[in-house]
């Protein structure tokens, strides 16, 4: 199986910073798409940022210049910096790993969703 621990979020006042982080762990073989996303009550949940295996980067244009997404690949692991957050940042924060793992019978394709941590942004 295949598990994710997020970390990170948090209380801060309007136009401090945070940094959340993700790990994968088990069976993997190898990752491939590695993002964020998050999602408000009652509505969709919305991409933040992703990136590539190949380090290949895509951002929502409400969080371009201010947010960074990153991975280290020796840890299957997926990190956002949040710089200048705005109180319409507050949200749960949910991070997202697509890759291949090993399994009895050989290997397979797997997705998995974090727990979700909130960040809660004040003015």
């Known amino acids: 199986q295949v598990q994710l621990v997020e970390s990170g979020g948090g209380l801060v006042q309007a136009g401090e910073a945070l940094r959340l982080s993700c790990g994968a762990s088990?069976?993997?073989?190898?990752?491939?798409?590695m993002g964020w996303y998050r999602q408000a009550p009652g509505k969709q949940r919305e991409l933040v940022a992703a990136?590539?295996?190949?380090?290949?980067?895509n951002y929502a244009d409400s969080v371009k210049g201010r947010f960074t997404i990153s991975r280290d690949n020796a840890k299957n692991t997926v990190y956002l910096q949040m710089n200048s957050l705005k109180p319409e940042d507050t949200d749960v924060y949910y991070c997202?790993?697509?890759?291949?793992?090993?399994?009895?019978?050989?290997?397979?394709?797997?997705?998995?969703w974090g727990q979700g941590t909130q960040v809660t942004v004040s003015s």
């Open positions: 997202y790993v697509r890759g291949r793992r090993y399994t009895s019978s050989g290997v397979e394709e797997f997705e998995r």
């Open positions: 990136i590539s295996s190949g380090g290949g980067t």
């Open positions: 088990g069976s993997i073989l190898s990752i491939n798409a």
